[in-house]
């Protein structure tokens, strides 16, 4: 693997923004919807969710945390070739949300000066990012001209009011500074997918609120990062980046995996089912054995019914095991740190998960992180990255106090945004973007409020 050299191709840095209101899920709001609060701060794993106030949306979310990219990497326009914007959340239905992103940028950096960066709004439900980060790091390997590129998350992720998704909700954006010889993570390019057609969530043209399917979208979920997972894993043995001796598996090779976080429950399920379906292969499937027994298999059982209920049983004692949750606290709770207090945000989530493994536990040059993307309808991609040797020179980004400073609501004022009917935003707009108004044909007309 290149690293440190400019044949590596990676993630730099990286930047986050969080709205600064917040709604509580135990509480108001769950009193009100006649819901156990431990439901939602165990079984789902959110305690607040990120509310965008009345002059944010995914547009001003991403010219702010572009914004801080910048400043934080001291960018000049002139140095970007390309932003890709990965949303679910568009604001139009042709115009691409990253010329809305740059004619913000334009109000600080002057008018004209993105003019030589193109911009295109990648769709794919949540893993829209990352496939824009994936196609982005081949233009970044063959730019020649010195210019980064840049991706951008931004979402808003709503349910209707009173549904299930609703205490699934939030609302940010993350940046990524994507270049040769990165100081953070240097991509291996190996790829591994998966894709099937899938009715599990999608939001048909005109409707502000997504159709889900909530239990069959987490069993599309842990289908395809099963999926794609083995692919990853048969192209990394493949290429040379992985070379398991018998009785090692996969993830022995990997220091950190980071899922999709539609909220953080889920990935303790993705985690479970990975490392359950990985370590079949290797010398923990004993280990496993002795503490579990073994696990059902189907032709042992003539009632389809029976085998299921056991399955189910086992897969709640391997969720419970001490194998299990030695691997789940080295290598991955602490990616969904983050998610935890700001819910959902689709597509940046798994960056959101990145931000967290970064801003609260240190890692190390040489260390392998594993990505598992996950998008609706649907696919999954999973990658992996090595840390760089200079990833302690990138300054933290303060976001756990960025996070507590943050202004609480109401009830009243959460459903008032929700149904676009607050007038005036909650906590007015200061040094950040801001939508003034939309006009009689639709075009969002956006200022910077010192
Ligand atoms: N205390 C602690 N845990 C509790 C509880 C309580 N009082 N009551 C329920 N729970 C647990 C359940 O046992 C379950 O955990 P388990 O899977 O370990 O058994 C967990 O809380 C979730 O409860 P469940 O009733 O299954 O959830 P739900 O019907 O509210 O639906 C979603 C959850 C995620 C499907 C729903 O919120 C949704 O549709 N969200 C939007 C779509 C989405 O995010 N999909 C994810 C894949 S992309």
């Known amino acids: 693997m290149p690293a440190g050299n400019d044949r590596a191709v990676g993630i730099d840095d990286l930047s986050v923004y969080v709205p600064r209101l917040f709604l509580p899920l135990a509480g108001e709001f769950s009193t009100n919807r006649g819901i156990d609060p431990g439901k939602l701060i165990k079984g789902i794993g959110i305690e607040r ?36 914007v990965g949303t679910e959340s568009a604001l139009d239905e042709a115009k691409a949300m ?27 439900a949540c893993i829209g990012t990352t496939f824009a980060l994936e196609s982005l790091s081949y233009w ?24 299930s998704g609703e205490y699934t909700q939030g609302a940010g954006s993350v940046a990524l500074l994507v270049k040769k010889n990165p100081r953070l993570l240097a991509l291996e390019q190996i790829y591994g997918s998966f894709t099937r057609d899938e009715n599990d969530f999608f939001r048909p043209v005109g409707c502000t609120t997504a159709i889900v399917n909530g239990k069959h979208s987490n069993q599309c979920y842990l289908d395809a990062m099963q ?16 070379t398991p001796d018998a009785g090692e598996c996969i993830t022995d090779f990997i220091d950190h995996l980071l899922f999709h976080i539609p909220y953080p429950r889920m990935v303790e399920y993705a985690s479970a089912a990975i490392f359950r379906h990985d ?3 290797s010398r923990n499937c004993s280990e ?102 200079q990833a302690g020179s990138v300054p933290l980004r303060g ?52």
Not at 54 to 78: I, K, N
Not at 230 to 242: E, H, L, N, P
């Open 49 to 84: 969710m990120a509310v965008p106030d009345a002059h944010e949306d995914a547009a001003t979310m991403a010219a702010m945390s572009l914004l801080d990219l910048m400043r934080r990497a001291r960018l000049r326009p002139e140095g970007i070739g390309k932003i890709y």
């Open 98 to 124: 990253g010329t809305y992103v740059i004619g913000m940028l334009e109000k600080i950096y002057g008018k004209g000066s993105f003019q030589e960066c193109s911009t295109v709004e990648f769709k794919a």
């Open 140 to 163: 970044v390997a063959l730019e020649e001209e010195g210019k980064v590129g840049i991706v951008i998350a931004s979402d808003v992720a709503r349910y209707p009011l009173r549904s």
């Open 227 to 242: 999926g794609a997972f083995d692919s990853f894993a048969a192209k990394a043995v493949r290429k040379g980046a992985i």
């Open 279 to 281: 370590w079949r292969q």
């Open 288 to 389: 496993i054995e002795q503490e579990l027994g073994r696990e059902p298999n189907a032709r042992e059982y003539e009632d389809l019914g029976k085998y299921q209920a056991a399955e189910a049983d086992y897969a709640r004692r391997f969720a419970k095991s001490k194998h299990f949750l030695q691997a789940f606290v080295a290598k991955v709770r602490n990616t969904a740190t983050f998610s935890r207090q700001i819910g959902n945000i689709y597509t940046g989530s798994i960056y959101l998960g990145l931000a967290s493994l970064l801003e609260t536990e240190k890692i190390h040059a040489g260390e392998r992180l594993c990505f598992g993307a996950y998008g609706s309808g649907c696919s999954a991609l999973v990658f992996s990255a090595i840390v760089q040797q």
């Open 399 to 450: 976001l756990v106090k960025r996070l507590q400073e943050r202004r609480q609501i109401s009830l009243q004022d959460y459903e008032k945004l929700h149904e676009g009917k607050m007038e005036k935003s909650v906590v007015m707009p200061c040094k950040e973007f801001a939508l003034a108004r939309i006009d009689h044909q639709g075009y969002r007309h956006y200022e910077y409020v010192e």
